[in-house]
């Protein structure tokens, strides 16, 4: 079963300058971090950071698995704090 990655593009994202250059240091494009903001919302999947006020969610997509700090901005928007990723494979 995929996860419900469905109306991500309706996403915005807030980051700062320092956040997109790592980011793009990285290749994390920002549908990536908005299919992981957009499943762990829509399913709850989230561990919450109160003493800042932030969530850490985290989806496969294709053979990587992607992390993303985020927080709340506004209705459908998000700021991102940091992400990142690591390509893993099984072999048997």
Known sequence: MS???EGYEALSL???AEVAELLE???ILDDEA???IQTA???GEKLYQPDANRFLAKLRIAN???YVEYSAAAENSYTVHTAYSHHAE???
């Open 41 to 43: 919302e829509s399913t």
């Open 14 to 16: 807030e980051k700062s």
């Open 64 to 66: 990587a698995t992607f």
């Open 34 to 36: 908005k299919m992981v």
């Open 25 to 27: 240091s990285r290749h």
């Open 90 to 92: 099984l072999g048997g």
């Open 3 to 5: 996860p419900p990655t």
